[in-house]
């Protein structure tokens, strides 16, 4: 071999080389792009994402507020003055069947139904079984598919001490029913 034809080879195999390193370099500049443009739309994603979430708090808080309010209206409501009372009721006989109390005065009526523990007792003096209770909510939706009529829950003495009264226990489950349908 001569010296022109082992330079040329030198020369060739270096071009060759040359080119396999730009080749790979190239591979790599797009394998950047990639790399890059991915990392940007999961960058996009976390920030909507997180956009989203910071949405559903604000709304979240916004419907607890509101269920706050209408509870504080609610409660205020359920304050019992003398006046309400002879309001709403003929006679002193008659609000205390109503509310199975015993009472001696309206004053002491008032005093009574305005006591948390009281409001427990009027929960507790409407004594439900639990087999009653299952036979009539399956018999009203086997009926019609609708309970129309309203249906009397016994709460167990630990529900009973959170919710004073119906009203209560009632914005409680709506404010669920909300929640849930939202979450959804």
């Not at 309400?84 to 509310?99: G, V």
Request: with cysteine; glycine share 4%; proline share 1%.
């Amino acid at each position: 071999m001569s010296k022109k034809s082992s330079s040329t080879i030198g020369i060739q195999s270096k071009a060759k080389l040359g080119e396999q390193i730009r080749n790979i370099a190239d591979r790599l500049k797009q394998e950047t792009e990639v790399q890059i443009k991915a990392t940007s739309r999961i960058l996009g994603a976390a920030a909507q994402i997180s956009e989203n979430h910071d949405r559903l708090i604000n709304e979240v808080v916004d419907m607890v507020e509101e269920d706050l309010n209408k509870q504080t209206q609610t409660y205020s409501k359920d304050i019992y003055t003398v006046d309400i009372l002879k309001q709403q009721f003929k006679t002193l006989r008659e609000a205390k069947d109503y509310f199975k109390l015993k009472a001696t005065s309206w004053e002491s009526l008032a005093k009574k139904l305005n006591d948390s523990s009281s409001q427990k007792l009027i929960l507790e003096t409407k004594p439900q079984s639990c087999q009653v209770l299952e036979s009539n909510y399956i018999g009203k939706f086997e009926n019609n598919g609708k309970n129309s009529e309203g249906l009397t829950v016994h709460l167990e003495a630990d529900v009973a001490e959170m919710f004073p009264n119906a009203q209560a226990v009632n914005e409680a489950l709506r404010f669920l029913i909300r929640v849930t349908k939202n979450s959804c």
